[in-house]
T-cell receptor
Framework: QQPVQSPQAVILREGEDAVINCSSS?????VHWYRQKHGEAPVFLMI?????EQKGHDKISASFNEKKQQSSLYLTASQLSYSGTYFC????????????FGTGTRLKVLA | DGGITQSPKYLFRKEGQNVTLSCEQN?????MYWYRQDPGQGLRLIYY???????QKGDIAEGYSVSREKKESFPLTVTSAQKNPTAFYLC??????????????FGSGTQLSVL
């Protein structure tokens, strides 16, 4: 039931690009992206609310394909500070409002 | 400053013991959540609460219990029935309006280990 993320882990050199995918078996009405540094709380990056929506945050952007129930996070010209675990999240409203996260993608940027 | 406070940061449990993790928020949020994170894995929902005196089981509620007697507080008890409690536990809150654009605010987490 958890959204599935791919890849599970990725290693990059500084300046390289990466794409992280989030795929759900249930309809997605919104997608949220968070980044977590080791041993710390996840930090909110962005929300995508509508199918086809794309957003950017510094050199990190995301897209949302509502029809395919997928979202992708794009990291461009990666920096050392981008290292961490990335999670997609989504809210399901079936009676109550329930917020769940994807399986996570560990990203390591090397100098 | 408003935020979410989790305590303790590290907690050790002896076999057969119940332990309680504290989560307090001063954001005036209605909704609160507990997640469990295992090394290299995602965040799995344990319990959540939309309003005071009401809470629902998440995907992995077995071996855990919660209470929501006050809006600000949502403590999680890890009972002796939870046979594999070692994990990083995160508490979060949101406004709880049920809008799909709500974002979660997280505490700094509690690392629970078994002695």
């Amino acid at each position: 039931q958890q959204p599935v993320q791919s890849p599970q882990a990725v290693i990059l050199r500084e300046g390289e690009d990466a794409v992280i995918n989030c795929s759900s078996s249930k309809a997605l009405y919104s997608v949220h992206w968070y980044r977590q540094k080791h041993g710390e709380a996840p930090v909110f990056l962005m929300i995508l609310l509508k199918g086809g929506e794309q957003k950017g945050h510094d050199k990190i952007s995301a897209s949302f394909n509502e029809k395919k129930q997928q979202s992708s996070l794009y990291l461009t010209a990666s920096q050392l500070s981008y290292s961490g675990t990335y999670f997609c999240g989504t809210a399901y409203t079936s009676g109550t409002y329930k917020y769940i996260f994807g399986t996570g993608t560990r990203l390591k940027v090397l100098a | 400053d408003g935020g979410i406070t989790q305590s303790p940061k590290y907690l050790f449990r002896k076999e057969g013991q119940n332990v309680t993790l504290s989560c307090e928020q001063n954001l005036n949020h209605d909704a609160m959540y507990w997640y469990r994170q295992d090394p290299g894995q995602g965040l799995r929902l344990i319990y959540y609460s939309q309003i005071v005196n009401d809470f629902q089981k998440g995907d992995i509620a077995e071996g855990y219990s919660v209470s929501r007697e006050k809006k600000e507080s949502f403590p999680l008890t890890v009972t002796s029935a939870q046979k594999n409690p070692t994990a990083f536990y995160l508490c979060a809150s949101s406004t709880g309006q049920g809008a799909t654009n709500e974002k979660l605010f997280f505490g700094s987490g509690t690392q629970l280990s078994v002695l």
